[in-house]
């Protein structure tokens, strides 16, 4: 049976520009304590479904430390402030990775990127009426910039090359409304 368990503490173990690490301690139901880690996304982000006029979506390739390889990703980016809108951020994160601005936005989904540790949102819109602008990325950003077929990209996730969360979300979901 699932119960409501007790946080009794929480200590900042590191606190970074993004994110925070903190240990949690942890009264379970028969009362021993336990520890855990908890990650605390400061900000929130944005990510963008980008679907040109012929319907190929846009996606950005892109080093990711963490996994030490190049990804393909829906474009997106974290929040300036959190009382920042996510529709601003995702504007904001499509014209800066991809250099496109779009005349039509519209929320998909919010989603929670990896709750067994991080309080980390994302909300996922659908950016269409695209037309060209400039790209202007992060002095620390380096991307590639390609557009995909629908039909290309779930090969692609259900191959495993895809393995992104918001990115997987993000194209099952569009895949799913147009469908």
Same mark, same amino acid.
């Given at each position: 049976?699932?119960? /409501?368990?007790?946080? #009794?503490?929480?200590?900042? *173990? ?8 903190? &240990? ?10 336990? /520890?855990?880690? !908890? ?9 963008? *479904?980008?679907? =040109?006029?012929?319907?190929?979506? =846009? ?7 963490? =996994? %030490?390889?190049?990804?393909? %990703? ?13 529709? *601003? +951020? ?10 496109? *601005? +779009?005349? /039509? =936005?519209? /929320? ?8 067994? !540790? +991080?309080?980390? !949102? ?5 950016? &269409? ?7 202007? #990325?992060?002095?620390?950003? !380096? ?10 990209? +779930? ?25």
């Amino acid at each position: 049976m699932v119960q /409501k368990l007790k946080r #009794l503490k929480r200590e900042l *173990v590191k606190e970074g520009a993004i994110v925070n690490m903190y &240990t949690d301690y942890i009264e379970m139901p028969d009362g021993r304590t336990v /520890k855990w880690d !908890f990650i605390e996304h400061k900000k929130g982000a944005a990510a963008v *479904v980008a679907v =040109l006029p012929d319907g190929k979506i =846009l996606m950005v390739k892109q080093y990711r430390n963490a =996994l %030490e390889r190049i990804t393909l %990703e829906i474009p997106a980016g974290a929040r300036d402030s959190v009382t920042e809108d996510t529709s *601003v +951020c995702a504007k904001r994160e499509l014209e800066e990775e991809t250099g496109y *601005v +779009c005349g /039509k =936005l519209e /929320k998909m989904l919010s989603l929670k990127s990896t709750v067994a !540790f +991080c309080n980390e !949102f994302i909300d996922v819109y659908l950016a &269409t009426e695209l037309t060209p602008g400039k790209q202007h #990325l992060d002095e620390d950003e !380096f991307v590639d910039v390609a557009a995909y077929d629908l039909t290309e990209l +779930c090969e692609k996730i259900y191959a495993g090359e895809i393995q992104d969360a918001k990115t997987v979300a993000a194209i099952l979901a569009y895949a799913n409304r147009i469908r």
